[in-house]
T-cell receptor, first 111, second 117 residues
Framework: AQRVTQPEKLLSVFKGAPVELKCNYSYSGSPELFWYVQYSRQRLQLLLRHISRESIKGFTADLNKGETSFHLKKPFAQEEDSAMYYCALSGPTSGTYKYIFGTGTRLKVLA | DTGVSQNPRHKITKRGQNVTFRCDPISEHNRLYWYRQTLGQGPEFLTYFQNEAQLEKSRLLSDRFSAERPKGSFSTLEIQRTEQGDSAMYLC???????????????FGEGSRLTVL
């Protein structure tokens, strides 16, 4: 079954502390993994994709196929990082273009 | 282009009534998706279209739900005989699909919030 698991509903850290938002997935095939973010009163938007291997707003995520994980990391959290974060996967190599989302983690960065 | 547009933004209805939501995707995007989101949950896949063809539909989508995209542009999601459990945010998203440079990114609308009394 295709599944994305985000074990933490809420993660609170102090400004300047490192952040790691966990994401594990279950998928038979080669999925594409994404992180989406929703800031307060804004629409859901893409943060980063595993394929691009880029750093966006200081965030990075590495796909670990052995552990089926795609954790999101940032070395020094900022207050403006406070938001809902959703991990998602799609499986274009399996002929489907639907996206499966996790339940999300709320990140609160405290001053 | 202002992005994906959804209407109405809020809908309050009585149980048993029918409701329809409309989604206008970004022009030239040929894939269009519908998701449902309830409190504390992530977006739950309902269905998606490539142009006017409905390519996949969630098993969670009961026969009271129907979606159309008749001309491959805007889409409608209709819920018949609404139930209180249908109360949720209904999200629409679009992507370039095969029509252009596709990075895999979904572009979301602001959602249509349904409250069934």
């Amino acid at each position: 079954a295709q599944r994305v698991t985000q074990p933490e509903k809420l993660l609170s850290v102090f400004k300047g502390a490192p952040v790691e938002l966990k994401c594990n997935y279950s998928y038979s095939g080669s999925p594409e993994l994404f992180w989406y973010v929703q800031y307060s009163r804004q629409r859901l938007q893409l943060l980063l994709r595993h394929i691009s291997r880029e750093s966006i707003k200081g965030f990075t995520a590495d796909l670990n196929k052995g552990e089926t994980s795609f954790h999101l990391k940032k070395p020094f959290a900022q207050e403006e990082d406070s938001a809902m974060y959703y991990c998602a996967l799609s499986g274009p190599t399996s002929g489907t273009y639907k996206y499966i989302f996790g339940t999300g983690t709320r990140l609160k960065v405290l001053a | 282009d202002t992005g994906v547009s959804q209407n109405p933004r809020h809908k309050i209805t009585k149980r048993g009534q029918n409701v329809t939501f409309r989604c206008d995707p970004i022009s030239e995007h040929n894939r269009l998706y519908w998701y449902r989101q309830t409190l504390g949950q992530g977006p739950e896949f309902l269905t998606y279209f490539q142009n006017e063809a409905q390519l996949e539909k969630s098993r969670l989508l009961s026969d009271r739900f129907s979606a159309e995209r008749p001309k491959g542009s805007f889409s409608t999601l209709e819920i018949q005989r609404t139930e209180q459990g249908d109360s949720a945010m209904y999200l629409c998203a679009s992507s370039p699909g095969t029509s252009g440079k596709n990075t895999g990114e979904l572009f979301f609308g602001e959602g249509s919030r349904l409250t069934v009394l």
